[in-house]
């Protein structure tokens, strides 16, 4: 099968970049699928069909990589990703009142995208701040010792 | 502040490489301001040396590796093969760290990065590797940038690259960032998605020393295990052991997390109490909070509880206390937490990020995990005790491919040892009694 969906030039250029680095085309796979992710937000069946297709791997074998891993997404999700920490210390500290909060506040639940495509919510595993718990990220940032007084004012940081 | 230095308020002499040069009151140092503390002087030192004999010295040292299994780092290096046979050999530094409870990677990563490139490039010499990768994990944004920083700084100043100064060695830096899965710790799984695939473990052996990445020589070791090699270069194998207080040599960074009143990360001799850990470092129990119990590892850990306050912790002594030193970072379960509550959490975590590969982890997890939540709902029956327990058995060491399950099965079996009646409560109550 052709692949409806083609890279672009800039695409393929940062894939053959990583491909230069391994002694193998496919083991730049993971590379090659958060470059794409990185510019088109997710990986849709047309992108996985074109990335497979210039690796010379089959979209099933490539498929079964991508959908090994929490942050490729198979879906498409909304324009902030909220990753809340889930783990031990952040239980033991109170996550589950922020999620809650998120819930009533963005209507959303885990694995939900807002309707207006602001945010997607996503739980996390331990975020490696534990002495800071609860912890969640937003996009690239991290934000720790979250209170229910904060989350209003982080919310609104983002469009 | 991700971090406070216990040290600053005390009064002692004690030896601290590994964070003497950390401090988040400013930015970490540059490649001038390492150098200045007698940074890349143990590189210099190490070039002069043959590989088998810096092999000899971190043998020597008795330095066991920080990433949980607590095997002499050295000894792993001298499986590797030295005979000419093999042109291309790998050296990888594990920053995977996801184990829940475990953030003392970070801390050394963001604090001095230059430390743990040095490590890594006379590691690497001793073992003759001319590649060698960082395998950063993705939620660690800052680390990122100042690990690529800091690996610009030493290629433009000769400590990386061809030609290492002016001897002739070369070896090239990558920086490889994951996409997200506690699995991807496992060396051999780790070896797997650097080569682009999914992240299941493989058979053991051939052992990663003899055919890793790609099929070559690979050793993989982890971040604060590496950050150890420059200290031990410089000051010598006996130094580093009387630097521990009891069973094991050097200092450890420990961790602690939870109800307590200043939860936090500490530069130690290997050794210290617990007590000691939790009382004076990290302040006591946070008011209105109770000790029940903690994970002396991280969350694949058996629980120490009150009798064993005054153990070391060293590796052979929390595992003569039924446990693992493992990360040596400490989560605490207070008296307001449910017991069960806590290890469905855990079991949660581990179900969901077992790999799916073999049989008794990948069904045997989700049944724990759903018998766990039965019982915290007020669903359990009597005889669901039993069935843990035969969980705890059937996924335990020597039954699945890797030890993830194994792990997983430390928290279950010493909460059902230790917790027993909490869960016996939640059974007769038919509710979890903490809600
Ligand atoms: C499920 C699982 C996850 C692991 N995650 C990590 C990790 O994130 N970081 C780490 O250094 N070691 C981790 N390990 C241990 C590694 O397999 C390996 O033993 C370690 O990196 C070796 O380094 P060391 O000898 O320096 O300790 C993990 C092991 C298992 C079974
Ligand atoms: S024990 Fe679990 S994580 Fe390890 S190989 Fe088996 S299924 Fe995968």
């Given at each position: 099968m052709i692949a409806q969906d083609t890279l672009t030039t800039e695409e393929m250029a940062e894939i053959d970049h990583e491909i230069a680095l391994v002694p193998v085309r496919r083991a730049a796979a993971i590379e090659a699928l958060k470059i794409v992710q990185q510019h088109r937000g997710w990986i849709s069946d047309d992108s996985l069909q074109?990335?497979?297709d210039y690796l010379e791997i089959s979209p099933e074998e490539l498929d079964s990589v991508a959908t090994f891993y929490n942050l490729v997404f198979r879906r498409p999700v909304g324009r902030n990703i909220i990753l809340l920490c889930d783990s031990i210390s952040c239980y033991v500290m109170g996550y589950e009142k922020i999620y809650v909060q998120l819930r009533e506040r963005l209507g959303i639940g885990f694995g939900q995208t807002t309707a207006d495509g602001r945010f997607t919510l996503l739980p996390n595993a331990c975020l490696g701040t534990c002495d800071h718990a609860p912890a969640l990220m937003i996009n690239n940032e991290l934000f720790r010792n979250v209170t229910e007084h904060d989350?209003?004012?982080?919310?609104d940081r983002y469009h | 502040m991700t971090w406070k230095k216990y040290w600053t308020d005390t009064t002692d002499d004690m030896e601290r490489p590994l964070t003497e040069h950390i401090s988040f009151d400013r930015p970490c140092y540059n490649l001038r301001d390492y150098e200045m503390n007698g940074g890349y002087q143990a590189l210099r030192k190490a070039l002069t040396l043959s590989p088998e004999n810096i092999t000899n010295i971190v043998q020597a040292s008795d330095l066991k590796g920080r990433?949980?299994?607590?095997?002499?780092?050295?000894?792993?290096?001298?499986?590797?093969?030295?005979?000419?046979?093999?042109?291309?050999?790998?050296?990888i530094a594990n920053a995977d760290e996801m184990e829940p409870g475990t953030f003392k990677d970070r801390m050394l990563m963001e604090g001095n990065p230059h430390q743990l490139i040095e490590g890594m490039i006379i590691s690497a010499f001793a073992i003759q590797a001319n590649i060698s990768y960082i395998f950063l994990r993705w939620a660690y944004k800052k680390a990122g940038r100042l690990l690529k920083h800091a690996m610009?700084?030493?290629?433009?100043?000769?400590?990386?690259?061809?030609?290492?100064?002016?001897?002739?060695?070369?070896?090239?830096?990558?920086?490889?960032?994951?996409?997200?899965r506690y699995i991807c710790g496992e060396e051999t799984a780790l070896l797997n998605a650097l080569e682009g695939k999914r992240a299941t473990p493989r058979a053991k052996p051939p052992f990663p020393q003899v055919s890793g990445l790609f099929g070559k020589p690979t050793i993989v070791n982890n971040v604060e295990t590496l950050c150890n090699i420059p200290h031990i270069i410089n000051n010598g194998p006996e130094w580093f052991k009387s630097l521990g207080k009891g069973n094991d040599a050097g200092t450890k960074i420990y961790g602690v997390s939870g109800r307590v009143k200043k939860p936090g990360l500490w530069e130690l001799p290997m050794g210290v109490s617990m007590r000691e850990l939790i009382e004076d470092c990290a302040g006591g129990m946070a008011n209105g909070y109770g000790f029940r119990g903690a994970l002396p590892g991280g969350a694949s850990t058996d629980f120490l509880v009150k009798e064993h306050l005054d153990i070391s912790l060293d590796f052979k002594s929390v595992a003569v206390a039924g446990s693992r030193l493992g990360t040596g970072t400490m989560i605490i379960l207070d008296d307001h937490t449910c017991p069960v509550g806590f290890v469905h959490n855990l079991e949660h975590f581990f179900a969901q990020e077992s790999?799916?590969?073999?049989?008794?982890?990948?069904?045997g997890l989700p049944w724990t995990e759903k018998i766990l939540l039965s019982i915290e709902r007020g669903e359990g029956k009597p005889e669901d005790l039993n069935l843990l327990e035969t969980h705890t058995r059937f996924l335990g060491p020597g039954n699945t491919f890797c030890a993830l399950a194994p792990g997983a099965m430390e928290p279950l079996q010493s909460a059902l040892k230790y917790f027993r009646e909490d869960f016996e409560r939640h059974i007769d109550q038919k509710k979890c009694p903490w809600r």
């Open positions: 074109a990335i497979a989350l209003e004012e982080i919310l | 990433g949980g299994a607590g095997f002499n780092t050295g000894m792993k290096w001298s499986f590797v093969p030295m005979n000419g046979d093999y042109p291309v050999k790998y050296l610009d700084e030493a290629y433009a100043a000769g400590y990386l690259g061809k030609n290492i100064l002016g001897t002739g060695y070369n070896l090239e830096m990558y920086l490889h960032t994951g996409v997200g790999c799916g590969w073999c049989t008794p982890c990948r069904e």
